[in-house]
Every structure is written in C-alpha cells, then in structure tokens.
C-alpha cells in the first residue's frame, strides 16, 4: 500500500503530452529488471520465480522500445544528438559506477558489464549505429542490423574462451571488444526493429491487431520459452532471437490493447511513473538491493515452488524500487544533482 501511495503521489508530477500505454509498458519492464537483479544477486539463483520466462522479453522489450522512442531523433544532426545522448547516457553510468565501485576498483569494472551498468553504455553504442546506418540504403539498413545481431551473439559464444588463452596484441583486442560491450550488440536488432516498428506502426497495429497474429505470436513464444538451453549454436541463436521478437512484440500489443483496463484497475499510472524514471531507477537501484538475504536463499527455494518464488522475489523488487524512486525524487530536487546524475534538463519556471 505504501509503495501504491508514493507511486500515486508522483504520478501527479508526470510530463503530459506522452503515450501513456508506452510509459506503462517501461514501467513493467523496468519491474522486471529489479526483479531479475533480485534474483541474481540478493538469491543467487537466476531462473528463480519464472525468471527463465522473463529473461526472452525482459531487455528486448526495452531495447525496442528504447528504438521506437529514439528514431524520431535519428533525424536530427549527428553531433548534436550524441552530444545529447552522451550527457544523459554516458555521464550518470561513470559516475553511479566511480559511486559503487571506487577506484581501484573502478577499473576493474570496465569490462563487458560495466559493474552492472552496461545497459546505459550500450544504449548508447546502439544511438550511434543507428544514426550511421540510418545512412545507408533503405535496402541495406535491416541486412546490416541482422549481421551485427548475429555477428555479436558468435562473439558472446566465445568471448570467455577467446579472453582466457588469449595473450599480447590478441588480448588487447579482445580487452578492447569486452570494454566496448561487443558481446552484448546481440540486442541492437530488437531495438533496430522498434524503430522499424516505429517507421511502419500503422501496419504493425494492423497485422498485430488481427486475433489469430496475436495466438500465433503468443503460443511460439510460450513454446520457445519450454525449450531448454541446448549447446547448440544455432538452436540458441534461434531461441534467442525468435523468443525475443515475439516476446516483445506480445508484450507491446498487450499494453497497447489493454490500456483502458489498466486503468480501471489502477495500475496505468503507478506503471506509468515508473516508465518515467527508468534511468534514475536503474542506476540507483543498485545501493538498494538487500544481499544480505543471501544467506536465507536456500529456505526460498526449499519450498521448490516458483509460485511462492515469483512473490517474494516480486515483493523484495517493490520494496527496491520504492526505495530507488524516493532517492530519485530527493536527488531531482537539486537542479544540479538532477542534471548531471540523471540527465534531466530543468525550465527556469523549475529552478
């Protein structure tokens, strides 16, 4: 109840002029992204609570929509967007990260995850192969988003192979590849398809419409999500691209479709709100994660139940987020704490 009471409260504050169900759907996945950090580093069991279902959607849905919103701006001129997008992306990873790891540390943490926070660095790895293929023919554009896609799952597949034999000018290289995230560009084709989606929405709202598309999306990726990991290439290539794509293309339709019933049950503008802050909640959520659970794991997951793991992992998140979203609003009234930690550029009306 507390949690529904601040999130109602800030949701007062929330720009206008925004796609509300696109907001919603932000909100849910950024949900989604606590929760599987939760997982990981507060139980240490990372397909706990249905968290190997959540795992095919959860970053390509964020990708995509991280595309959708972004292709509007690829029109703009290239320097000016990536100055833009270095301020709000680059700037707040480094220093949330000197924050959580401070040097020597630091340092140490500048491989392919970043200390957590390669999502933002990534993010904005993909703004910039954006813009330069948006250059190129209409024809070539999606046949170079595929090969980067692909070309970076191969990577992923034997990155820690690769990183642990090799030795001189072959390890600066790969030193290089594991600071640029090359492994994880694997995700650039879902957010290169939300901004193809954006480009073509009324088709898409058309085919995606139709009941029998939407069955049909549905039931592969819940078939796809039975499918074990297998140490075939291929078949996790497959698994892997085709469970995301439908994923989040199942997602995306159900939030757009059922935007009005969201709101008759009052979850579309504490959804909403979260949407609104997914930067402030993904680089402060960090200091709120509560490791010191990790000792009474091993009773979770003695009840052997994902049913019982799914609500006191969902419980645990909740309490995060609430907690990530009440520093977000004492830091944001700062101008200058809110401008350089999560980007926000403040009217003088705010000041």
Known sequence: MAFYALIRTFALVMAKQRIEYIDAMRGFTMILVVYAHVCYFCMDGPLMGYNRIFYLFRLPCFFMISGWLFEPMARRPFKEVIRHKAMVQ??????????LAPPPEFFRQLGTLKGGYWFTFVLFEFFVLYLLIARLGAKWRPWVAVAIALAAFCCARYYNTLHASASG??????NVLGFLSVTLWRFFLF??????????FDTFIRWTGKPVVLLAIAMTFFLI???PHK???LFEMF???VGGITGMSMVFTCFRL???WLSKVHLSKPLQYVGTRTLDIYLLHYFFLPSFLLPYADRLKAFDSQFIEFWVILGIALVVLSLSLMASYIIRLSPFLGHYLFGVKYEPKDK
């Open 169 to 174: 000018g072959q390890a600066i290289v790969i």
């Open 231 to 233: 140490e075939s290439l």
């Open 239 to 241: 698994r892997f691209f």
């Open 191 to 200: 957010f290169y398809m939300g901004a193809f989606i954006r480009r073509h």
């Open 90 to 99: 680059l700037l707040p990873t480094f220093i949330f990260l000197l924050l």
């Open 225 to 227: 999500s039975l499918t």
């Open 258 to 260: 059922s935007e009005s």
